[in-house]
């Protein structure tokens, strides 16, 4: 299994239950590609070091994750490209 990381960025605006659902949803779409979520980690909202899509603060979020099948990870970012509350994201292994 490789490692890997996922770092995204969510609108500022989403209201706590939207912002929650946003986070449950990125997990079930790795889960649902055959990855192993390990580690999540919510660093909160903090300033952008530039304006992304008319915002300036984002809510970041790190989520550590295993997988075998490298193909899933281009359904998942396929997946994280489309989905609107996501600003920006980046997979990278570890």
Request: charged residues 30%; proline residues 1%.
């Amino acid at each position: 299994m490789k490692n890997y990381e996922l770092m995204y960025i969510l609108k500022p605006s989403l209201e706590e239950g939207v912002l929650k659902a946003e986070k449950e949803n990125v997990s079930k779409l790795l889960t649902t590609n055959g990855c192993n979520i390990g580690k999540i980690e919510e660093l909160g909202l903090k300033d952008l070091a530039y304006e992304i899509k008319k915002e300036r603060k984002g809510y970041y979020v790190v989520l550590n994750f295993e997988t075998e099948n490298v193909k899933s990870l281009d359904q998942v970012k396929k997946q994280l490209t489309l989905n609107t509350n996501v600003i920006r994201f980046l997979i990278i292994r570890k």
